[in-house]
């Protein structure tokens, strides 16, 4: 499967902003998404994840209540809506897609496919 995430920018603090992944080349809802993201100097992390069917979804504490995963497999794209954003949210943000990791796996070495990364700055 191919990933194209796309939807960042810069934007101020507390402002919102909502990332979108669309993917081919393969049946979407075989596979459980995530948003991992990465800053500046510092290694890759997990921010959110989501079921095939879009019934389950799994956050990091740091974004809890404050971002959204969502999907919509007859569109092939996958959403993240960041809210509330703070200065420390800013980096790149990428998609990635397994058809078999777990929903609350926060490694990114368990997801196969990823797209080339969306940047996210957020001024204060």
């Known amino acids: 499967v191919q990933l194209q995430a796309s939807g960042g920018g810069l934007v101020q603090a507390g402002g919102s902003l909502r990332l979108s992944c669309a993917a081919s080349g393969d049946t979407f809802s075989r596979y459980v998404m995530g948003w991992f993201r990465q800053a500046p100097g510092k290694e890759r992390e997990f921010v959110a994840a989501i079921s095939w069917s879009g019934v389950s979804t799994y956050y990091a504490d740091s974004v809890k209540g404050r971002f959204t995963i969502s999907r919509d497999n007859a569109k092939n794209t996958v959403y993240l809506q960041m809210s509330s954003l703070k200065s420390e949210d800013t980096a790149v943000y990428y998609c990635?897609?397994?058809?078999?990791?777990?929903?609350?796996?926060?490694?990114?070495?368990?997801?196969?496919?990823w797209g080339q990364g969306t940047l996210v700055t957020v001024s204060s």
């Open positions: 990635a897609a397994d058809p078999s990791v777990n929903l609350r796996t926060s490694s990114s070495y368990e997801y196969d496919y």
